[in-house]
């Protein structure tokens, strides 16, 4: 595809429940980056990875939260019983090499209720 | 983590102005980006200058590193009311390739 996209653009779940964010980035970029962005706040960086391995999954914030990106593109943001602090923005970003500018999909608002 | 810090955390000016914002970061960096965010969610990404470059332009904005003083400064000539978005500095921490974004600073251009 020509940007990045990310689905779904809301999700509005309940407390307790599993919910799955999917990021489809740039045909071809190797680099690809899960950020999480609160009101008034600049995106908090969750995960990175470059091809199909987790480069750094510092910013993960606790064992609820898990990504996968198996074959080398699309990539998921999995989180497990979530909690309404969990609510905020999920941006993925995608960028052809670890070193060059970075594209950033829409976004996904997630809402814990 | 955050690595760069922006300043002013608001900005509010007359269209035709300029406006400056400036960023510090922490660590050694291979690269500087900035990047604008209109409410709503997409980032969009502005401009990107190397360690080893010290200024560069790309249309009214200018960006400027400084990497003796771990800092870099975007300015917006002759401002719009377009121009009216949050606008972030993002590096990548210690060379890692994790790119890590400031808080940003508001902008708002007053017509």
């Known amino acids: 595809g020509a940007g990045v996209s990310q689905t779904p653009s809301n999700k509005v779940t309940e407390k307790g429940k599993y919910v799955e964010l999917r990021c489809d980035p740039i045909s071809g970029h190797t680099a690809l980056y899960w950020y999480r962005q609160s009101l008034g706040q600049g995106p908090e960086f969750l995960i990175y990875f470059q091809g199909t391995g987790a480069a750094d999954d510092s910013g993960l914030p606790n064992d609820r939260f898990f990504a996968v990106r198996p074959e080398g593109s699309v990539s998921t943001l999995k989180i497990q019983r979530t909690e309404r602090g969990d609510s905020a923005v999920y941006l993925c970003?995608?960028?052809?090499?670890?070193?060059?500018?970075?594209?950033f999909g829409q976004g996904t608002r997630l809402t814990v209720v | 983590s955050q690595q760069g810090e922006e300043d002013p955390q608001a900005l509010s000016i007359q269209e035709g102005e300029n406006a400056t914002m400036n960023c510090s970061y922490k660590?050694?960096?291979?690269?500087l980006q900035w990047y604008r965010q209109n409410s709503g969610r997409g980032l969009v990404h502005l401009i990107l200058?190397?360690?080893?470059?010290r200024e560069k332009h790309s249309g009214r904005l200018r960006v400027t590193l400084d990497t003796s003083k771990k800092s870099s400064s975007l300015l917006i000539t002759a401002s719009r009311a377009a121009d009216t978005a949050s606008y972030f500095c993002?590096?990548?921490?210690?060379?890692?390739?994790?790119?890590?974004f400031g808080q940003g600073t508001t902008l708002q251009v007053k017509p």
């Open positions: 200058i190397r360690s080893n470059e």
């Open positions: 970003a995608s960028s052809l090499t670890r070193v060059t500018e970075a594209f």
């Open positions: 660590t050694s960096i291979n690269n």
């Open positions: 993002a590096t990548d921490e210690g060379n890692t390739g994790k790119l890590i």
